[in-house]
């Protein structure tokens, strides 16, 4: 009984990290983007990216280009799409030369998740900018 007690304690200790781990919370994207982008108010140096979750809830991202050392938290909307994606990439939008993130998508995964637009990006949209809706970097790892 003592050691019946012991193992349901131990898988009672252990079931957030199982769940933890099942929404992604280890999951990163590592890209090489080679362009200037925009997050919030804040500009992304190119280079190498680390995206990852920064919330057992996938609610707000950790982007960082350790390289540049820049690193600024997000928050990140989950969309269900409706296939699954073939690799994890970082999606763009583009007006002229300013990029700007968009979303993050994980491979095996049919959720998504969109990062809300900046400032900067809505008065481009107000403004009927022309953009290139899609630009996709995969991702490294």
């Known amino acids: 009984m003592k050691y019946l007690k012991l193992i349901l304690l131990m898988t009672l200790t252990a079931m957030p990290l199982w769940a933890a781990s099942q929404l992604g919370i280890y999951t990163r994207v590592v890209a090489q983007v080679p362009f200037d982008f925009v997050v919030g108010d804040k500009v992304i140096p190119a280079g190498e990216l680390i995206v990852q979750p920064a919330t ?21 909307s989950p969309v269900e799409t409706r296939e699954v994606a073939g690799a994890s990439a970082l999606i763009f939008h583009k007006y002229g030369d300013r990029y700007f993130l968009s979303a993050i998508r994980l491979e095996g995964a049919r959720t998504s998740y969109e990062v809300p637009q900046s400032r900067a990006e809505t008065e481009l949209n107000d403004q009927k900018a022309p953009f290139v809706e899609n630009i996709t970097v995969t991702s490294l790892k």
């Not at 057992?56 to 990140?76: C, D, Q, W, Y």
């Open 56 to 76: 057992a809830a996938n609610e707000t991202i950790s982007i960082r280009n350790t390289h540049a050392k820049v690193g600024l938290f997000s928050p990140a």
